[in-house]
């Protein structure tokens, strides 16, 4: 069993930056990648960025490249998205995620229990 724990959400104006964090704790949670998505209300839910423990080989969604970067630091269990150049459309809940695969194609094992990030104009 997996857990994670997702920090660091709350209302921001356009074009501010945030950091989400996501603690990882479980026998296993290394083995797995992590990842994270958004859900928009009305929306499905969309894929943002994943990276691997061991080699922090990323992956980013169309929509955030170049604006948002995934990093994670190994002795704390923990992932990182900082979330640059915020615009009112980067406006949802924010879920961290622990499975396999890459990019689009990631399939989650494991969910945080979301963070609200909202992007004031």
């Known amino acids: 069993q997996v857990q994670l724990v997702e920090f660091g959400g709350g209302l921001v104006q356009a074009g501010d930056s945030l950091r989400l964090s996501c603690a990882a704790s479980g026998r296993t949670f290394s083995e797995y990648a992590m990842a994270w998505f958004r859900q928009a209300p009305g929306k499905e839910r969309e894929f943002v960025a994943d990276?691997?423990?061991?080699?922090?080989?990323?992956d980013y969604g169309d929509s955030v490249k170049g604006r948002f970067t995934i990093s994670r630091d190994n002795a704390k269990n923990t992932v990182y998205l900082r979330m640059n150049s915020l615009k009112p459309e980067d406006t949802a809940v924010y879920y961290c995620?622990?499975?396999?695969?890459?990019?689009?194609?990631?399939?989650?094992?494991?969910w945080g229990q979301g963070t609200q990030v909202t992007v004031s104009s």
């Open positions: 995620s622990a499975g396999s695969g890459r990019g689009s194609d990631f399939s989650p094992s494991y």
């Open positions: 990276i691997r423990w061991s080699s922090g080989y990323s």
